[in-house]
């Protein structure tokens, strides 16, 4: 079985207008708020917290998954309907709280995605492919390196590594095996931290109608993903 990381539209004839949000509203301070969501992220929340709710552009559409908001990139705004499906087909490790979206009026069906278990134990460090961004010696700038490994420990090392050296490491081809969950994340991959889903939750979340959700295949890299004439491209459109 395929599985795939959940990515917004980068399809304007989706999305309306990319961005999406021309501005957010926030109950309180944004940044040193320990109850501000994007500061708590991956852990399990006791209470409340405070969560920004974004005005669309007035040529943007509502969709079923709203782009990433700068304050809080790790943390999904999804819908009413995108929550039921997501809650049905995962019972630990994930909360949701309620937000809003403007456009116009309120529609107050939006929910922030908290999910604070990961499940790095169905990753195949065999079979991934890791990027590893060295700095180069005497310039500015990285060289990026395709490394493969034999298991856990070695990737462990390597990304020590990379954390006292202050470079990027993190697996740009992502195998899996033994998978149990429709709904899962796993850290460690590009951008941080990535949310992936089965086949069939992906035929699901299409079948119900769904929008503003792309789904890039885990076994390829985000660059062959977005690669012009590419799988992303052939499945849903030019992002140009």
């Not at 917004?8 to 109850?35: A, F």
């Not at 991934?128 to 493969?148: A, D, F, H």
């Not at 856990?152 to 020590?160: D, N, Y």
């Not at 709904?183 to 991959?189: A, E, M, S």
Request: aromatic content about 16%.
């Amino acid at each position: 079985m395929r599985f795939y990381r959940i990515r917004h539209s980068l399809n304007t004839k989706v999305t309306g207008k990319y961005p999406q949000i021309k501005d957010v509203i926030y109950s309180g301070n944004v940044y040193n708020n320990p109850k501000f969501i994007n500061a708590l992220r991956f852990k399990k929340i006791e209470f409340e917290p405070e969560v920004p709710k974004p005005i669309l552009d007035n040529k943007a559409k509502k969709t079923d998954l709203i782009e990433a908001l700068p304050t809080a990139p790790f943390n999904f705004l999804i819908s009413g309907k995108l929550k039921t499906i997501l809650q049905a087909n995962r019972k630990e490790g994930l909360q949701f709280f309620k937000s809003s979206v403007y456009k116009g009026i309120e529609d107050t069906d939006y929910w922030f995605l908290n999910l604070y278990i990961f499940s790095n134990e169905y990753i195949d460090y065999k079979k991934c492919v890791l990027m590893y961004k060295k700095k180069k010696k005497e310039k500015y700038g990285t060289i990026p390196i395709s490394m493969n490994f034999e298991n856990k420990t070695f990737f462990i090392l390597e990304k020590e590594k990379a954390k006292i050296n202050m470079e990027a490491f993190f697996i740009e081809k992502l195998a899996l095996q033994n998978v149990e969950e429709n709904f899962f994340g796993i850290n460690d991959v590009e951008g941080g931290v990535g949310f992936y889903v089965s086949e069939k939750l992906k035929n699901e979340i299409e079948e119900a109608g769904c929008t503003g959700i792309e789904f890039q295949p885990s076994e390829l890299s985000y660059n062959d993903w977005v690669a012009r004439g590419g799988e992303r491209e052939i499945v849903y459109g030019r992002s140009w």
